[in-house]
């Protein structure tokens, strides 16, 4: 069984920065893309990036292209999501979660249905 646990989020004002981390343990092998999603109290769940394990850039939602950088340590089992510049909006539970996907392509990325595993969330709020 893979656990995914994330950490670093928090509060933090308007155009201010965090850096979440995802880090797996256990079945190591059973996936090989992470994705991070957010959900806000009243909505969906929503794709914020995707990263593949091995190879390639990540992939990001349009409302956070130039803000959001997504990497990867593999020695660590750990990929992080860097926000800078943040706004009221950011403010969400994250979540990281892992698939294995063969093939090329990002259509299925924001897909909470494509992952097998997720982390228990972590808060972010985006507040002065």
């Known amino acids: 069984q893979l656990q995914l646990v994330e950490s670093g989020g928090g509060l933090v004002q308007p155009g201010g920065s965090l850096r979440l981390s995802c880090t797996a343990s256990g079945a190591t092998s059973d996936y090989n893309v992470i994705g991070w999603f957010r959900q806000a109290p009243g909505k969906e769940r929503e794709g914020v990036s995707a990263?593949?394990?091995?190879?390639?850039?990540?992939y990001y939602a349009d409302s956070v292209t130039g803000r959001f950088t997504t990497s990867r340590d593999n020695a660590k089992n750990t990929v992080y999501l860097q926000m800078d510049n943040l706004k009221p909006e950011d403010t969400a539970v994250y979540y990281c979660a892992a698939a294995f996907i063969e093939g090329t392509g990002w259509g299925w990325a924001f897909r909470p249905s494509e992952y097998d595993y997720w982390g228990q969330g972590t808060q972010v709020t985006v507040s002065s």
């Open positions: 990263i593949r394990r091995y190879y390639g850039n990540p």
